[in-house]
């Protein structure tokens, strides 16, 4: 049993550990008064099983498989916690309180726990996702990595998509889901591609990421506003996690007047499961006031006219130059331009 009185201290790399705990607030109370104490770690070096506490509201987040639970406590899995508390003879605070559930967030999260498994061979591992990464993200990682020498945040970064290409240019990255479940198997392939020192997981809800203001080099909000109700209200908050002159990167599906022929061949053809926001197409004058609200300057770029299940029978290398080659020639016609099928922004935070 783990002995309370023991301060255990972790001073070095890591979110999971003294020196970056200050980058983190209670996701209950937002105090960033919080301490953590380690059940068991990795070297001497990662939390894996422990718990951060609050000292001003006093809630304790679970740590389990190096991954930190910082869900509000309406989102909690009780069970987990139950277990949790049993295994470390820790009692469990404000169980009783009444919470309000929002049902929204419940939703995505039973589905993203639920489909993990699948969604990472339907979706991350598909041809057409590993092309559309490349020159959608990793092409804009790779112009701008040079201004990620601090820290970077990633909202909503399900199995480690887009963290693992971070971590692998030594960017230290703090990457939080709404899944655990995602984040699980994103910790798998983290620890296989040796990125534990680089990337640290942590369950939170992306709307309100439970991270200190003014922090990061760049927020990155992968495949995320379209699951989310308040969108311009998730772009304000992350927003506010940017130093100034940071940048902020964004990709969902595009409101395109041509959306119909995509849905009907997802219809009768599925390549993967969604579970959406009622209203998840953004058109480029939403996203725009939106970013401009939260003080971020945005240049829009539309990319993707082909179905993406062609994609899946070419090679990478054939994916690529076509998807650039059909980006660069659509995006030249006036009207057709705005059939693209994604919708990304590239924007700087005001200084
Ligand atoms: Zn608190």
């Not at 680089?198 to 760049?218: C, H, M, S, W």
Request: charge should be negative; proline fraction near 4%.
């Amino acid at each position: 049993l783990h002995d309370y009185n023991k301060p255990i201290c972790i001073d070095y790399g890591g979110v999971l550990n003294s020196r970056n705990l200050t980058f983190l607030k209670c996701p209950n109370c937002s105090s960033s008064s919080l301490s953590i104490r380690a059940f068991e770690s990795i070297d001497n070096y990662d939390v894996q099983t422990g718990i951060v506490t609050c000292d001003d509201c006093k809630n304790w987040y679970r740590i389990e498989n190096g991954i930190l639970d910082f869900l509000p406590l309406a989102m909690r899995r009780k069970d987990l916690y139950k277990k949790f508390a049993e295994n470390h003879n820790i009692s469990i605070i404000n169980d009783q309180i009444d919470l309000t559930i929002d049902s929204q967030k419940a939703n995505q999260q039973e589905f993203f726990n639920a489909e993990a498994d699948d969604y990472e061979k339907r979706v991350v591992n598909s041809r057409f996702s590993q092309v559309y990464d490349q020159t959608s993200f990793i092409d804009w990682l790779d112009r701008n990595k040079h201004k990620m020498e601090g820290l970077v945040l990633e909202i909503g970064c399900g199995t480690g998509r887009q963290s693992i290409p971070l971590g692998m240019r030594g960017i230290q990255t703090i990457a939080g889901d709404i899944s655990e479940e995602m984040l699980i198997l994103a910790q798998k392939k983290i620890e296989n591609a040796g990125l534990r020192k680089n990337v640290d997981l942590i369950v939170f809800d992306g709307e309100n990421p439970p991270v200190t203001d003014n922090t990061f080099d760049a927020v990155i909000i992968y495949g995320v506003l379209h699951h989310l109700k308040n969108k311009g209200n998730a772009i304000k908050n992350a927003s506010e996690k940017l130093r100034p002159n940071g940048l902020f990167y964004s990709l969902d599906p595009h409101k395109s007047p041509v959306r119909i022929f995509f849905d009907l061949v997802m219809f009768f053809w599925k390549i993967y499961n969604e579970e959406a926001d009622d209203d998840p197409l953004l058109s480029s004058a939403i996203l725009t006031k939106w970013l401009s609200e939260a003080g971020i300057d945005c240049k829009i770029r539309l990319t993707f006219y082909l179905p993406p299940h062609l994609f899946n029978y070419l090679s990478y290398e054939t994916g690529v130059s076509l998807l650039k080659g059909t980006d660069s020639f659509f995006n030249r016609i006036p009207f057709v331009r705005n059939f693209a099928g994604i919708i990304i922004s590239e924007g700087i935070k005001h200084a």
